[in-house]
Antibody
Framework: EVQLVESGGGLVKPGGSLRLSCAAS????????LNWVRHAPGKGLEWVSS????????FYADSVKGRFTISRDNAKNSLSLQMNSLRAEDTAVYYC????????????WGQGTLVTVSS | QSALTQPASVSGSPGQSITISCTGT?????????VSWYQQHPGKAPKFMIY???ERPSGVSNRFSGSKSGNTASLTISGLQADDEADYYC???????????FGGGTKLTVL
């Protein structure tokens, strides 16, 4: 069974940093691109970042480019998101989502971890 | 404001059919047959329901179907059941720079 479990969320002050993690199991981790998608209160979902299985391809949404860094450890089946210079508008539930490899869709998601940026 | 526009809420009675629309632009929904739909129950992870506009992943009921016309995609749920009550989100590929866009979500209430 495919499982994605996020951790690392919490309360952080504006300008601060936080590192999110996603532990994966139930599939060959290095075969799949992975993504971070966030859901801010009262808003729709927003794609944040993606990384290919080999880490050769990394992409960011304009809203986080230069502040967030995605990475993965294929030996540990782990995905990470380093978030720096956090802003109030980064407040959201952050989901780890697996790229299905078909038609630009996400076939498995974690339950999310809440990041709150507030003074 | 989300890139794709969905109605905030829809409702239907058990056994009825409902349709949720997802309106984008010629840069996303209108340009690519790469619309997907996700179901999310409160406190749960989103579930993959539709991809490629109208394809169902293995295990998803055939009561769920998708379609597209121009810049608007639609999700239809037939034979409504109580467990269908959830939030539904659409998504579309939007080109190599933006990559993915999502809708604001639609809350389905089964009366």
């Amino acid at each position: 069974e495919v499982q994605l479990v996020e951790s690392g969320g919490g309360l952080v002050k504006p300008g601060g940093s936080l590192r999110l993690s996603c532990a994966a199991s139930g599939f060959t981790f290095s075969d799949y691109s992975l993504n971070w998608v966030r859901h801010a209160p009262g808003k729709g979902l927003e794609w944040v970042s993606s990384i290919s299985g080999s880490t050769s391809y990394i992409f960011y949404a304009d809203s986080v480019k230069g502040r967030f860094t995605i990475s993965r450890d294929n030996a540990k089946n782990s995905l990470s998101l380093q978030m720096n210079s956090l802003r109030a508008e980064d407040t959201a539930v952050y989901y780890c989502a697996r790229d299905s490899g078909v038609s630009w869709s996400f076939d498995y998601w974690g339950q999310g971890t809440l990041v709150t940026v507030s003074s | 404001q989300s890139a794709l526009t969905q109605p905030a809420s829809v409702s239907g009675s058990p056994g009825q059919s409902i349709t949720i629309s997802c309106t984008g632009t010629s840069s996303d929904v209108g340009s690519y047959n790469l619309v997907s739909w996700y179901q999310q129950h409160p406190g749960k992870a989103p579930k993959f329901m539709i991809y490629g506009v109208s394809e169902r992943p293995s295990g998803v009921s055939n009561r769920f179907s998708g379609s597209k016309s121009g810049n608007t995609a639609s999700l239809t749920i037939s034979g409504l059941q109580a467990d269908d009550e959830a939030d539904y989100y659409c998504s579309s590929y939007a080109g190599s720079r933006i990559r993915w866009v999502f809708g604001g979500g639609t809350k389905l209430t089964v009366l």
